[in-house]
């Protein structure tokens, strides 16, 4: 099994089943619908239960990278073909095949038209993302991160709302604007280490002042995918206008990728410029969640608060992984994974009223515990996640960049800490005015519960929610090596520059 190119496989599995959809034909449009929604779930179903390999061989007990594959590529470049997870990227390997399948069972009836192209779209996106957290080469990595892009517009830009054109546009241009200086940091890195190899370039110490304007060059990119106040914008159209199964992917994978990219590119390979501009990700990510969480308060649109909720969410990442503490970056990285499940749940429990009713708005709910207990209970879940109660993933992640915080800067962590308090006042808000109340509502008296497609959909984010919460150190034991060994090279080069006493170590 150790030869086995396990990681080519989960990233092109996808494409075959892109293959098997290309060549269904028939008469009946239904029965091509069918079979395209058939084969998307039988491949995506495949790539996650060949992914449980990952969990089962994966030795935790080490910093380096596993399952590494290397093929010599451009060599007149000093580009290879390089893939390779360690104990960061190999969770969000098993978060993207996960909820995959889980996108294309909540389209199954929501999506009528164009559904092959709808299905492939899903295949071809599940590639981009597992390549994006396997590569260890800059070009590989740069190609998959913007690859993304082009079936994420098509999802929204055709089968979102009213105003799909205008959110996916949105979408793109801004993450665009971002991913062109990023490449322009990637050839200056070459232009230094001579390699593409992401392996190398950490080791490499760069000038720092190449580092300062290298650094500022990343964030441009990775502030947009978290995304960071100010160039949040994007996110509540996108969310809003995207399909069910859009946002969910949107919310627990792809907003992933500016946390993961500070992980793999900012700390390691620009130790000196991350301390020197810690202060400027502190005070971005305060104003996102103070501001943000105010700003979810006001909403009339469930979407738009469970994306504002979100940036809030994504701030307590920010600020965990510039804390350069253990506490914090574990904290970060186990935000990231219970946010990537419980945002992904609660926008599947937004796509299961408004796939009855046809609304969004707040205002259009109440009294649903009358008619939808079982419902009721599930959104309840996931809404005590999403607030942090102790025994769900969300606490975990949150108490671990609090202590974090507080071991870095007082302040910061008291800033930070208030996103808890008002994160529980805008979830409360939304599910008491759904969930509790009179029925009066005449389209309400006969909305019905949760039909056994949408339970079997729910299950297993029902299970790893509490699993994350009640035994955390089933994850934090992939994490915790790479992290103390990410921590250590970054103080090994602060110690070489002489600014280790700057971070307090």
């Keep these: 099994m150790l030869d086995l190119p396990l990681l080519t496989i989960l990233t092109f599995a996808p494409l075959v089943g892109v293959l098997a959809i290309l060549i269904i034909r028939h008469d009946d449009p239904e029965v091509v619908a069918m079979n395209a929604r058939n084969v998307a779930l039988f491949v995506s179903s495949g790539v996650f239960l060949l992914s449980l390999l990952l969990w089962f061989t994966f030795d935790r007990t080490t910093a380096d990278?596993?399952?590494?594959?290397?093929?010599?590529?451009?060599?007149?470049?000093?580009?290879?073909y390089h893939m390779g997870v360690d104990g960061i990227s190999v969770l969000f390997v098993m978060l993207t095949t996960l909820l995959t399948p889980i996108c294309v069972l909540a389209s199954w009836t929501s999506i009528k038209d164009r559904v092959k192209e709808y299905m492939i779209c899903f295949l071809i996106l599940e590639t981009f993302m597992i390549g994006m957290f396997c590569a260890l080469d800059l070009f590989l990595f740069y190609i998959f991160f913007e690859a993304v892009l082009i079936p994420m517009f098509i999802i929204i830009g055709i089968w979102g709302g009213a105003r799909r054109v205008y959110a996916a546009f949105k979408l793109f241009l801004y993450t665009l604007l971002g991913s062109v200086l990023?490449?322009?940091?990637?050839?200056?890195?070459?232009?230094?280490?001579?390699?593409?190899?992401?392996?190398?370039?950490?080791?490499?110490n760069f000038p720092i002042e190449a580092q300062k304007w290298m650094w500022l060059a990343f964030f441009a990119s990775f502030a947009v995918k978290v995304p960071m106040w100010p160039v949040h914008t994007w996110l509540p159209d996108a969310h809003v206008e995207a399909p069910t199964a859009g946002s969910v992917i949107l919310a627990g994978v792809l907003l992933k990728f500016g946390g993961y990219g500070f992980l793999r590119f900012s700390l390691p390979m620009m130790p000196e410029a991350s301390l020197y501009?810690?202060?400027?990700?502190y005070t971005l990510s305060i104003i996102a969640v103070i501001y943000t969480s105010l700003v979810a308060l006001a909403q009339e649109d469930m979407k738009k608060l469970?994306?504002?909720?979100?940036?809030?969410?994504?701030?307590?990442?920010?600020?965990?992984?510039?804390?350069?503490?253990?506490?914090?970056?574990?904290?970060?990285?186990?935000q990231?994974?219970?946010h990537g499940v419980v945002?992904?749940?609660?926008?599947?429990?937004v796509g299961v009223v408004y796939d009855r009713i046809h609304t969004r708005e707040i205002a259009a709910y109440g009294g649903l515990v009358n008619r939808m207990p079982a419902y009721a209970l599930t959104f309840m879940v996931f809404a005590m996640a999403s607030v942090g109660l102790p025994g769900t993933g969300g606490f975990v992640g949150e108490v671990l960049v609090l202590v974090g915080a507080f071991k870095a800067n007082t302040w910061v962590a008291a800033f930070t800490a208030t996103g808890?308090?008002?994160?529980?006042?805008?979830t409360l808000y939304l599910y008491r005015r759904i969930i509790f109340g009179e029925l009066t509502k005449e389209n309400l008296m006969k909305i019905t519960d949760m039909n056994r497609r949408e339970m079997a959909i729910f299950a297993p984010l029902l299970f790893i929610t509490i699993w994350m919460g009640v035994y955390p150190s089933s994850f934090l034991d992939f994490m915790?090596?790479?992290?103390?060994?990410?921590?250590?090279q970054v103080n090994t080069s602060l110690a070489q520059s002489g600014m280790l006493e700057l971070a307090g170590r």
């Design 343 to 349: 945002s992904a749940a609660l926008f599947l429990v």
């Design 306 to 334: 469970i994306a504002y909720s979100s940036i809030a969410h994504m701030g307590f990442v920010t600020v965990g992984t510039f804390t350069l503490t253990t506490q914090g970056i574990e904290g970060a990285i186990y």
């Design 420 to 426: 808890v308090i008002l994160g529980a006042a805008y």
């Design 182 to 204: 990023m490449l322009v940091a990637m050839l200056t890195m070459y232009y230094y280490a001579g390699t593409t190899d992401m392996l190398e370039l950490m080791a490499y």
């Design 480 to 488: 915790h090596v790479s992290v103390e060994h990410l921590i250590d």
């Design 277 to 281: 501009f810690t202060p400027l990700m």
């Design 65 to 80: 990278f596993q399952w590494v594959e290397k093929v010599a590529w451009m060599e007149d470049f000093g580009i290879s």
């Design 336 to 338: 990231m994974l219970s």
